[in-house]
């Protein structure tokens, strides 16, 4: 048997900011863009060769918004591994990412968090082999 995590679902304000920050400020790819129909759309998007992609919810009802960039609790909760972190770092920064701090070295790797325009909070991240 052969399982793999395909989605996760995070919570926008509207598909356009999605699209917005994921394709045009973090790069990542638009896997699919599909009409459901009554203002509904089924919107992928991910790295590039990432096995794991996000579909963007948009946030419908007062539970929903106020859960909008409160996914993790408050703490970095999306992990953006990275081959080459100065690379990903200075192309993130020069896209208008805001990180909440200067790159430090861990035993694990080099990392950097930064947030999404929505909220959440996530780690540039390059593991030590």
């Known amino acids: 048997m052969t399982q793999n995590l395909a989605l996760l679902s995070i919570l926008v304000p509207d598909y356009a900011a999605g699209i917005a920050f994921f394709v045009g400020q973090m790069g990542f790819d638009l896997l699919e863009d599909t009409d459901l129909g009554g203002g509904k759309r089924w919107v992928r998007v991910a790295p590039a060769g990432a096995q794991t992609a996000f579909l963007l919810a948009k946030a419908l009802g007062d539970d929903q918004i106020a859960a ?19 690379r990903d770092y200075a192309a993130m920064r020069a896209n208008g990412v805001t990180f909440e701090e200067a790159p430090r070295d861990e035993p694990y790797g080099q990392v950097a968090v930064f947030s999404d325009p929505f909220g959440n909070r996530w780690d540039l991240i390059r593991f030590k082999r």
């Not at 909008?68 to 609790?73: A, D, E, K, L, R």
């Not at 970095?76 to 081959?83: A, E, G, H, P």
């Open 68 to 86: 909008i960039g409160q996914q993790g609790g408050g703490r970095v909760w999306l992990f953006l591994q990275t081959d080459d972190f100065a």
